[in-house]
């Protein structure tokens, strides 16, 4: 078993794939000569050549053009978007072509492809390198959302979105980048839509992902150490599809419920999350859903600002022993 | 078959099914919008009849003639037109967004330019998959204006991509003439040297030219040459969409353009080189009595059921997003 980075582990399952079928190719900004601007593609050029490892010109329409096309032709392409903030300049492509030409054509069409970014803050890089984008693109039919949060989980989710016959939007946790974690040897593969329990616990549950989830498994054991709270953590892993069922479940055993997100406050996942705890899981309810969000701001740059504004080890902790009392 | 014979069939039948469409929006059976071609059949023509059959055709919200001279069912068209279950789309789509994946129609796209990276995406995996297709992507001369037209042309030159960006110059974009929000003259062929492509023009309402030009271009694409970027020069008969009368056009151009009708033209053309009157009136004949079938074929066509609205946003048929 080998301990690898998050931004490692990236051209583990790139390499993996491409490994195993030779329909996956590979485009973006500085992805082939540079290895990518995060280091997250680097020795793919080497191992599968310019025809399967391609940079592009900055052209985000024409990237996410490019795959469509290719997808709907016969290859598997992951398309590497910088920063996922530039979602907003290729929109057109992502939101209204990728998303919504099979469900227009009748289902003539499929887009087997990934579009993957680093996403989210927690690097200083203020407002317009840092946002989580999970909220824009769930809101679109036609994408599937995977945020993964460990090492292990990069790799398999990975393999997941690039062998899952529709279009996927895979958001790295660019904070999470530098975290190692342990990755098994050989070929893992995962599933999309399946939650992951971090971390048992019979008084509440908090549900995350991404970079929330190390904090929350941190919160979770400063509530037991100095609360006697037992939290348990859900990774949700994919937003969309949504494992509805293992939330309900954990609300069930705990009866109390908390969200942690990057998104700014209004209409992150969270309020879908407790939206449909409110719907479905009304009887097992103990007492308020609390969603621990950024305010709705745009994400600031400087040390103490960034850090106020993302849900923090403590600010998690507080929140949920203050309502848990 | 005589090409000139096919090509002449192939406009008559496109002119037909879009005055029938026509009819159908008056008659109030085709909702929403429609963007009828009248006029533009040349272009469609030439370039479907050039084509190889597993060639990919991208068209725009504009697409009615593209998707007939590939192949696609006419019932099927106008019964999509027409939001029938046995549309191609089963109603899904209408009028905007025609697609016949079996006859290499990928798609009508209905916003201006998106389609162009996406046909240069279809033409690098025909590239990579060694298979000699040949993508065209049709748009009209307001898309030049547009990022995504600069994106896909400068992507496309640089990968020499086989794909064929084809300008329907109808000199207009909605109500707007396009020289008058242009910096240069031919919106498409004066930005060719930009990508160090050749500066192409043709003819648009003449069949034989344009038939010619595809062919060189889907000869040279076929061989590695890589993208050609083609103006070709027409008219829209009507309006912008089916609500426009198009009465911001002076009358004088109209009625120029009208006298270079592409179809009449042919017409005369082919007498002139010595085709049986009998012969083309037979095809026209025959794409009446075909626009008649097709007509009835939609209007009996059941309504789409409603259970239709939560299948086919994933590959495995459904649209779930939980479990
Ligand atoms: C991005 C975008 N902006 C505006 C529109 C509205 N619109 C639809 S068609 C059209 C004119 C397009 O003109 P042109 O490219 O010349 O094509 P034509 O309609 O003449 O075939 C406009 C502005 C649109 N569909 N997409």
């Known amino acids: 078993m080998a301990q690898l980075t998050y931004r490692d582990a990236v051209a583990r399952g790139l390499a993996q794939e491409m490994r195993r079928d030779e329909r996956v190719v590979l485009l973006g900004e500085d992805v082939a000569e540079a290895g990518g601007v995060f280091k997250t593609t680097p020795g793919l050029l080497e191992e599968f050549g310019p025809r399967r490892v391609r940079d592009t010109p900055i052209s985000e329409q024409a990237i996410l053009g490019a795959a469509m096309g290719a997808a709907m032709t016969g290859l598997r392409p992951i398309a590497e978007i910088m920063f996922s903030d530039f979602f907003g300049v290729g929109w057109d492509l992502l939101a209204n072509q990728i998303a919504k030409t099979r469900y227009m054509a009748g289902g003539q069409l499929s887009l087997p492809l990934v579009v993957r970014a680093a996403n989210g803050g927690g690097l200083r890089f203020g407002a317009q390198h840092s946002q989580d984008v999970a909220n824009w693109v769930m809101a679109v039919p036609g994408l599937k959302v995977v945020v993964p949060s460990t090492p292990r989980d990069v790799v398999g989710l990975l393999a997941a979105a690039v062998r899952d016959p529709d279009p996927v939007v895979f958001l790295e946790a660019k904070g999470l980048y530098p975290v190692r974690g342990e990755v098994p040897d050989g070929e893992i593969t995962d599933t999309l839509g399946s939650a992951v329990l971090r971390r048992e616990g019979g008084d509440c549950v908090i549900v995350t992902l991404g970079l929330m989830a190390p904090r929350a498994l941190a919160a979770a054991e400063r509530l037991e150490r100095e609360h006697g709270i037992a939290a348990a953590v859900l990774d949700l892993r994919s937003l969309v599809p949504l494992d509805v069922r293992a939330v309900l479940e954990q609300l069930e055993r705990t009866g109390r419920l908390f969200t942690v997100e990057e998104n700014p406050r209004l209409c992150g996942w969270g309020a879908e999350v407790v939206s449909i705890c409110a719907e479905e899981g009304f009887t097992s309810l103990d007492g308020p859903l609390v969603r621990i969000t950024t305010p709705h701001v745009p994400l600031p740059a400087a040390d103490s600002l960034e850090d106020a504004a993302l849900p923090s080890v403590d600010r998690i902790t507080e929140t949920v022993a203050k309502s848990m009392d | ?323």
């Open chain 2, 1 to 323: 078959m005589d090409v000139r014979l096919e090509l002449y069939r192939q406009m008559v039948r496109m002119r037909a099914m879009e005055k029938r469409a026509y009819d159908l929006f008056l008659r109030g059976l085709v909702k929403g919008t429609s963007h009828l071609s009248t006029g533009q059949e040349a272009v469609a023509a030439g370039f479907a009849a050039a084509m190889r059959p597993d060639d990919y055709t991208f068209a725009t919200y504009r697409g009615h003639a593209h998707t007939l001279a590939r192949g696609a069912p006419m019932a099927g068209i106008l019964a999509e037109l027409m939001g029938r279950g046995n549309g191609l789309m089963s109603g899904k789509g209408g009028s905007m967004h025609l697609t016949s994946t079996e006859h290499g129609m990928m798609g009508s796209y209905a916003i201006v330019g998106a389609h162009l990276p996406i046909a240069g995406g279809a033409a690098w995996s025909a590239q990579l998959r060694g298979s000699e297709q040949v993508a065209v992507c049709f748009f009209g001369d307001g898309t030049t204006n547009i990022g995504a037209f600069h994106e896909a042309l400068n992507l496309a030159a640089v990968w020499q991509l086989p794909v064929l960006y084809v300008c329907e110059n109808n000199q207009y974009m909605e109500y707007t003439p396009i020289r008058a929000v242009t910096a240069v003259e031919r919106p498409a062929a004066d930005r060719a040297a930009a990508y160090g492509l050749e500066r192409v023009v043709v003819d648009g309402n003449d069949v034989d030219a344009v038939y010619e030009t595809a062919l060189g271009a889907l000869g040279k694409a076929r061989e590695g040459g890589g993208p050609s970027l083609i103006e070709a020069d027409t008219y829209r008969h009507g309006g912008h969409s089916r609500a426009d009368p198009g009465t911001y056009r002076p009358q004088r151009e109209v009625e120029d353009w009208l006298a270079r009708d592409p179809v009449p033209a042919y017409r005369t053309k082919l007498l002139a080189a010595g085709i049986a009157e009998s012969k083309l009136a037979g095809i026209e004949d025959a794409a009446a009595r075909e626009t008649d079938e097709a007509t009835k074929a939609a209007e009996d066509g059941p309504l789409p059921e409603p259970a239709l609205v939560e299948r086919d946003l994933w590959a495995d048929g459904g649209a779930a997003w939980r479990n």
